[in-house]
């Protein structure tokens, strides 16, 4: 069983009105606040993609806001995913 502290990748795809309203800045800001890495991107759908790589709990602090979202985001929806792959090492991206 993996430890607390040991890294674990997790995938996120956010629906709602999610585009457009500075999601993916608020991902980014908030998941290098928590020592996060990965990245987050626009998706064809309308959904925002998120993969990160963390401790259980700082991926769980991330689940949370990206629950809220930024002003003007109304998330409908956060599943949460099995990523193919992680990312690769380096800081938190917005991925265009």
């Given amino acids: 069983m993996a430890s607390e502290s040991e890294p674990t990748v997790v995938g996120f795809r956010v629906r709602g009105a999610v585009q ?19 990245h987050v991107r626009n998706c064809n759908d309308g959904s925002v993609e998120v993969i990160v790589v963390g401790t259980a709990a700082g991926i769980a602090r991330l689940e949370e806001a990206l629950l809220r979202g930024p002003p003007g985001a109304r998330v409908s929806e956060v599943e949460r995913f099995a990523p193919p792959e992680a990312p690769p090492p380096g800081p938190f991206e917005i991925v265009r």
Avoid at 25 to 34: D, I, S
Wanted: charged letters at 20%; hydrophobic letters at 35%; aromatic letters at 16%.
């Fill in 20 to 38: 457009q309203v500075g999601y993916r800045w608020f991902t980014r800001h908030t998941a290098c606040a928590l020592r996060l890495r990965g």
